[in-house]
């Protein structure tokens, strides 16, 4: 399970897979997930599917 990180120095929040942010500042645990906006569950389930297609095969890693 991947965990959603936010970083609140920016408005709005950054939300990010990593755990570093981009300005450098360590992010936070977001939750609970409601808060999190669509496009970053999007984002999410558009690369689990890609990694499901490269495991299936179909898709080359780049
Ligand atoms: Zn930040």
């Known amino acids: ?3 959603i990180q936010v ?6 929040w950054i939300y990010t897979f990593n755990h570093v942010c981009e300005c450098g500042k ?3 645990l977001a939750r609970p997930p409601k808060y999190v906006p ?3 569950y999007r984002e ?5 599917k890609e990694e499901d297609r490269i495991n299936s095969g179909i ?3 780049m």
Do not use: A, G, I, S
């Not at 999410?44 to 689990?48: Q, S, V």
């Open 44 to 48: 999410y389930r558009r690369k689990e």
């Open 7 to 12: 970083c609140k120095l920016h408005v709005p």
């Open 26 to 28: 360590k992010t936070l």
């Open 59 to 61: 898709l080359q890693p």
């Open 38 to 40: 669509d496009d970053v």
């Open 1 to 3: 399970m991947v965990l």
